[in-house]
């Protein structure tokens, strides 16, 4: 059983020399997998108040942050997968009404999931993601994109009355992260088509809405 007051025991500073330089490009792969496996795993030792799949979580986030940027950008890349198979290789998004089909969504509850993970990660590892950053935005733009795509007026008729409330939760938490990221990393340089990305995606579909 996996125990979240037990990690902090064990450092992954380089300082630190518990891992042999040599073994450390081996060893960290596996151990982010194992790590990528407790992250998503609900189970808990049920011994304090504080041992939370939450607090887990948050303790396991923590415990990556002395990992160097290249080390955190394969343990980002396991656990938002779902989203970064969808993403091309540059800034646009390859998504249209016809690529969201309502037999093969993405669940609801996974993107909001996904949304809550990015608040603990860019409020704990922000040092450390710099480069990801860009990889955030886009993905951030795609959930946005996605949500737009499945409550379009041609597919709103098909949507369950009580995945709407669910929508507005997901929207909100996208706010959310909106702003932490250009707040946080408000010295990046981003490229054009990154911010004409957030328009196209975000901005102009909140105007919309707001109307």
């Given amino acids: 059983m996996f125990n979240c007051h037990e ?15 040599d073994h450390r490009e081996n060893l960290l792969p596996i151990l982010m ?7 998503h ?20 986030i923590q415990f990556l ?10 343990f980002f890349e396991l ?17 249209s009404l016809n690529d969201v089909s309502l037999k093969k969504v993405i669940p609801l509850k996974k993107l909001l999931a996904i949304l ?7 409020s704990k590892l922000a040092k450390q993601m710099k480069t990801f950053s860009h990889q955030v935005l886009k993905m951030l733009c795609f959930i946005s994109s996605y949500v737009n795509a499945l409550t379009s007026e041609n597919r709103i008729d098909f949507i369950e009355q009580r995945s709407f409330s669910l929508i507005k939760i997901i929207r909100q938490n ?7 990221i250009f707040k946080i990393f408000d010295e990046i340089d981003y490229e054009a088509e990154e911010i004409c990305l957030t328009f196209t995606s975000y ?5 919309i809405f707001s109307f």
């Fill in 79 to 95: 656990i938002f997968n779902c989203l970064l198979v969808y993403l091309n290789n540059n800034n646009s998004i390859s998504l």
């Fill in 7 to 21: 990690i902090v025991v064990f450092s992954l500073d380089e300082t630190n020399r518990v891992i042999n330089r």
């Fill in 33 to 39: 997998r194992i790590l990528y496996g407790k992250f």
């Fill in 41 to 60: 795993s609900r189970e808990t030792t049920h011994t304090s108040s504080r041992d939370t799949v939450s607090n887990k979580r948050t303790t396991i």
């Fill in 174 to 180: 996208l706010a959310l992260r909106f702003k932490e």
């Fill in 65 to 74: 942050s002395s990992c160097s940027e290249n080390e955190i950008n394969k």
């Fill in 116 to 122: 809550q993970t990015l608040q603990i990660i860019i």
């Fill in 203 to 207: 901005i102009w579909s909140q105007v």
